[in-house]
């Protein structure tokens, strides 16, 4: 008997300890590399997964991704994600993503744009013509993902530089690029530990521009933006990368953490 695969995916996890911070909440990168885990396992089941994909030169990329969270999974918490396709246009697909607790309530909800590329040329191909664009029997636009999707802003040229580091082989992907997931880990530590024990993170926005890779010279810039509401600070980030030559900067991405204080 044919096994119907339904349109929303539903996984569990657990917040193990060795993968919680001081205050005992599960690290927002370990959540995001679980939600990129949930995103492989519901598209593998659906036969346009990363291995299948691999086998034909294609390869999915992240493009931008937003994720607001209410309350952090904590130290031994076992929580479900739930992962549907929103959309798909020829080069571009948006998967959104809810994290429940067992209680089934909501501890966040993420949204997600995705690119599919050829890994020889890198150029975006037609993911409608993968699999006779099988992906589209799985968009599910009926489940809500109730969260403000990315807001574009302008970079300010007068930011300042808070951190520079070097790509090593623990920053990049099974791709070869810098990890996705390492961005926010690089970008949180841009604050101490006081700063982490005071304030919890309650939305992220990450913008991908640019492929970096293993030896890449980054630089963070970053710039707080006054916030009316009480106890919230938000923080506009762009990393550039810097050609050693030239000594000129190239903007490979762009991020927008929104921190409350915590009760």
């Not at 975006?124 to 802003?153: F, H, Q």
């Not at 996705?180 to 982490?196: E, G, R």
Request: proline content about 2%.
């Amino acid at each position: 008997m044919e096994t119907t695969i339904h349109k929303i995916g539903r996984y569990i996890f657990s917040a193990e300890a060795v993968h919680c911070d001081i205050n005992q909440n599960l690290f927002l990168s370990t959540l995001c590399h679980d939600l990129l885990r949930a995103a492989d396992m519901h598209s593998t089941e659906r036969q346009f997964g990363m291995n299948y994909l691999k086998s034909i030169n294609k390869t999915w990329v992240l493009s931008r991704l937003v994720l607001e969270i209410f309350h952090l999974p904590q130290a031994y918490d076992e929580f479900c994600i739930e992962t549907w396709v929103e959309s798909v246009m020829h080069h571009f697909t948006a998967r959104n993503f809810a994290i429940v607790n067992h209680h089934g309530q909501a501890l966040g909800y993420c949204r997600s744009i995705w690119s599919m590329i050829d890994t020889i040329s890198r150029h975006p191909t037609d993911m409608l013509l993968v699999r006779d664009g099988s992906i589209s029997n799985y968009i599910e636009n009926s489940k809500a993902c109730p969260i403000a999707g990315y807001s574009n802003w302008k970079t300010n040229p007068n930011s300042k530089c808070v951190q520079q580091f070097t790509i090593r082989y623990s920053d990049c992907d099974s791709n070869g690029h810098f990890n996705s997931i390492k961005y926010i880990d690089h970008v949180l530590d841009i604050w101490d530990m006081d700063f982490h024990k005071n304030y919890s993170i309650c939305r992220l926005e990450i913008a991908y521009q640019t492929e970096c890779h293993f030896g890449d010279n980054l630089l963070v810039y970053c710039e707080e933006i006054q916030k009316e509401e009480q106890g919230q600070k938000e923080f506009r980030i762009h990393l550039n990368k810097l050609n050693p030559t030239s000594h000129t900067e190239t903007e490979v991405s762009k991020l927008k953490v929104l921190f409350v204080k915590q009760e």
